[in-house]
């Protein structure tokens, strides 16, 4: 038997970080999607081939030893931690294209864990619900990264454009009758999600009078964001991104780089930018009412750009 399954990438347009304390967030599904197919191994082992980032490996399902020479490896941890959950250990065949920038922001390990999980629990014949891939997928996360709120994982499985209330109590799913118009630009840096959350907590800890009120304020800006998407506001959303940035600079998570992204696709038109992600590398997100095209070409300039749906 052979099985396959995708789950989209994410980028979020608000609330990164601030969630991490059980502020809400939102955000949404990108078009570029992992891949995963299952089948039957002619051997007893769990072989992974991770086609489009050329790894190679071979999971010990009793010991969880991942036994392979690629430099990039990491990756592997988290399909060993997704079929855990839904595999009996027989030998299986992963092949994998991965088809998201890695540690670019857009949630590419949500999106391989997420698709393992839907296609090994489809193997197996175990007919796993919407939110049970998700709360999986999320324990997969922290079990690699040690933190991780539940925002990419739940939109990776849901899809579209996700409002996480606080404390992820709910998911409400933004139902909207138009596209979102956003570029998403990467740079070549890639962010350490585990370190930048960590860095943040830290900030906090030492200036908790300062920075309580910055997360304070995130959640307003996310409160307000979702009123202002439901209405298609497009001033007051770009606004609530280009405030929402400069927080996010405060919380010590931007980067030159970064910064100078958010401020070419602002020049070029866009009606707000952001960081979206955890920053210290990986993307922005404009949004672009006025048309991606200008902010586009200013991006791709110097750096490459996603034209994200
Ligand atoms: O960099 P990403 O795409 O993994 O996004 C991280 C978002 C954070 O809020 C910073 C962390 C989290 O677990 O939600």
Redesign the pocket.
Known sequence: MQVKASAPGKA?LFG??A??YGKPAIAMAISKRSCVEVLESSTSNINVNIKDLGIKGCIDFNSGAIISDSPKKGILKYILESIKKVHDGSGIDIGIDVNIPIGG???SSAAVTVATIAAVSAYNEIDLKEEEIAKYAHEVELAVQKS??P??TTISTYGGLIYLETNAEDIVQLDIDYDIPVVIGYTDTR?D?GK??ESVRIRRDVYPDIINPVIDSIELITEEAKQAILENDKKRIGELMNINHGLLDALGVNTKELSSMVYTARNAGACGSKIT??GGG?SIIAYCPGGTGNVISAINETENALNAD
Do not use: R
């Open positions: 979020i990164e970080h969630v991490v922001g857009l949630g991780a709120s925002l990419d962010g999600t930048l959350v992600g955890a990986g």
